[in-house]
């Protein structure tokens, strides 16, 4: 029996009928002509999160991405108007790279008047355009006007600020994000300013990775040493289910039930987290936010845990619902390696205990995604020596079937698109 | 030597050299260098002092926090540091995490 009522189709895969319920293979991983295909269909085409408005508090501050999903790198600045912009991080004079501080290969972020190239001395305003050409009168017949910086489409969400390769993005954001994750819209994001960023090199394919992140069937077994005892065998026992799952393509939502610890017996917590009062779920004093808008909890579970977005291609933002939120990014940096960013937000801590269950919260995420990383290392390992090429995923694995068909439709429709295959 | 601690937190003097750390990558490897036995040994010192600390701490405002304060802070975040090995797995690192790491590149201060 169910512990949560299914949806009339039998099961949440079954009611999107494009995910198929057969075996699955994980071809579309280890390879990097596939990689390659994803690189010009899915990240040259997507609108990409890089970051959030609060990295950018005042006029000229800027950071640098690289994007090697799409070939790219890219300067995000805050111009003199305030308005967030991007430009290819590429002199107009002779292409050397524009901003990057000691080694060209780092990311940077600071805050300057004015972009100064480190070659010949070209010097571009905020708003990329090219101000100053060191000897201007040895060229001949320049147009100052027509030399600025490479813009790249970029557009700000609750926050969030996206960009698009694309020449022309065929979707402005706001319609390739749709009602599901525009509906989180008034969720007070701009006010979690307290924040824990980590990064790391992961061995696999950011779409194996993200899989690790999309269903909680793994945790009782994977994560069951993170808890005592009695608590990791009454979790395996039970299993996991979630009460809510959501496509509205390309992104992806899964709802959790929560699980109150607060309410537990001694034997089923540890001994630090009755110490702070945090823990996996974060803080065990919910934050009052007020009033959620309505794509929050769209399910309205009740007891209600948390909302994973997981926004395409390789970006989740997920909401607790003890009042704080994390966000993932997945960039691939070849077929079966990316780097992986986690960021923890709460509201700034008002004391000093607040601010202790925030640093329990903040290391008992970091302790779970180390087991995540190795795991999926090992995962990575093993599908690559492409000995079986059958794998089952039941309906609690719905999102990763989801991810893999959403990255081979988008690369079967641009190339069709393109003409490369018919 | 001036002492790193509040006077009211002298029991805890003989950890502050090596737990009161700003980073959580300072913390996190000195957890990875030190034996379980060792971190027993901070922890059995510094949970029973830990609720007289935070409420030593909460008298005062977060954000200008005196120097032997942020120390206890600190010690504190290196309690929970501790903490995973000591109550779960008897080995500085989470089980089956290999080589994997994972750095901290912001966080609150203090
Ligand atoms: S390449 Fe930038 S000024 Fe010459
Ligand atoms: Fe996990």
């Not at chain 1, 501050?61 to 790219?72: G, L």
């Not at chain 2, 050299?17 to 000195?30: G, I, K, M, S, V």
């Not at chain 2, 929970?80 to 994997?100: C, K, M, N, Y």
Request: proline content about 7%.
């Amino acid at each position: 029996m169910p512990r949560f009522p299914k949806p009339p189709e039998g099961s949440w895969t079954e009611r999107y009928p494009n995910l198929g319920t057969g075996p699955v293979s994980y071809d579309d991983s280890i390879t990097p002509e596939y990689f390659e295909r994803e690189k010009e269909a899915v990240f040259k085409r997507a609108w990409l999160n890089v970051g959030r408005v609060e990295q950018l508090p005042r006029i000229g501050s800027y950071f640098t991405k690289d994007v090697r999903a799409a070939h790219a790198s890219i300067i995000v600045v805050r111009d003199r108007e305030r308005r967030v912009r991007a430009f290819h991080n590429m002199c107009r004079h002779r292409g050397n790279k524009l901003v990057w501080t000691d080694d060209p290969k780092n990311e940077s972020q600071g805050i300057c008047r004015q972009f100064a190239c480190k070659y010949h001395g070209w010097r571009y305003g905020l708003d990329g355009s090219l101000t100053y050409i060191q000897q201007e009168g040895e060229f001949f017949d320049v147009d100052k006007s027509q030399w600025g910086l490479a813009p790249v489409h970029c557009e700000v969400w609750a926050g969030f600020i996206f960009v698009n390769f694309a020449q022309e993005p065929t979707q402005s954001l706001r319609e390739f994000l749709g009602p599901m994750v525009t509906d989180l819209e008034g969720y007070p994001f701009e006010r979690m300013t307290s924040r824990f960023g980590y990064t790391t090199t992961v061995g696999a394919n950011w779409k194996l990775f993200m899989d690790a992140f999309a269903e909680f069937y793994h945790a009782p077994v994977l994560h069951g040493n993170q808890s005592p005892e009695k608590y990791s065998n009454a979790a395996r026992q039970a299993g996991f289910e979630a009460p809510h799952y959501q496509i509205e393509r390309p992104h992806r939502l899964v709802s959790t039930s929560g699980v109150r610890f607060w309410e537990m017996g001694p034997d089923m917590t540890k001994p630090m987290e009755r110490l702070t009062q945090g823990g996996l779920f974060g803080p065990w004093e919910p934050a009052d936010l007020g009033e959620l808008p309505k794509g929050v909890n769209p399910a309205k579970c009740d007891p209600w845990g948390l909302d994973s977005f997981q926004l395409f291609p390789n970006f989740v933002i997920l909401i607790w619902s003890q009042g704080w939120y994390l966000t993932y990014h997945y960039w691939p940096t070849s077929y079966n390696t990316h780097v992986f960013e986690g960021n923890v937000y709460f509201l700034p801590a008002k004391n000093a205990r607040e601010r202790v269950a925030q640093e329990m919260s903040a290391v008992t995420f970091k302790e779970f995604a180390l087991q995540d990383a190795n795991t999926l290392e090992a995962t990575q390992m093993m599908l690559e020596t492409r000995y079986v090429d059958r794998f089952l995923l039941n309906d609690q694995e719905i999102l990763c079937r989801a991810l893999h068909t959403e990255v081979r439709d988008w690369i079967d429709a641009h190339e069709v698109r393109e003409g490369v295959r018919r | 030597m001036k002492a790193l601690l509040p006077a009211e937190f002298a029991d805890l003097e003989p950890f502050a050299a090596q737990w009161c750390l700003p980073t959580e990558h300072e913390r996190y490897h000195a957890r990875l260098a030190s034996t379980t036995e060792e971190m027993q040994t901070f922890y059995d010192a510094v949970t029973p002092r830990a609720e007289a600390a935070m409420d030593y701490l909460d008298a005062l405002s977060l954000d200008s926090l005196p120097d032997e304060a942020t120390n206890l802070l600190y010690l504190l975040y290196s309690m929970i540091q501790a903490s995973f090995p000591v109550e779960l797995w008897r080995q500085p690192r989470v089980p089956d995490s290999g080589a994997t790491s994972f750095d901290c590149f912001v966080e609150p201060v203090p």
